[in-house]
């Protein structure tokens, strides 16, 4: 994962992240090794978010190759 400081921040902001966390929060509090599946990853801020927010939290990714990761310089 591509951390927020390097530029990416420049190329892409995450819509309503503030709200996702908000509404995911809950869910992943409840456990202590909560899993979450990002099935739209594309450049990374949600779950880059994700995964600030929730330090146990194991993550999968999916993206189709034509875009999001794939495109990332």
């Not at 509404?23 to 739209?40: I, M, R």
Request: contains cysteine; charged residues 10%.
């Amino acid at each position: 994962m591509t951390p927020a400081g390097d530029g990416l921040s420049q190329l892409h902001r995450p819509v309503l992240l503030s709200e996702v966390l908000a509404h995911l929060g809950p869910a992943l509090a409840l456990s202590p090794e909560p899993v979450l599946v990002d099935g739209t990853v594309g450049l990374g801020g949600h779950a880059a978010a994700c995964l600030a927010a929730f330090p146990t939290l194991r993550l999968l990714g999916l993206e189709d190759v034509q875009g999001g990761v794939a495109g990332l310089p």
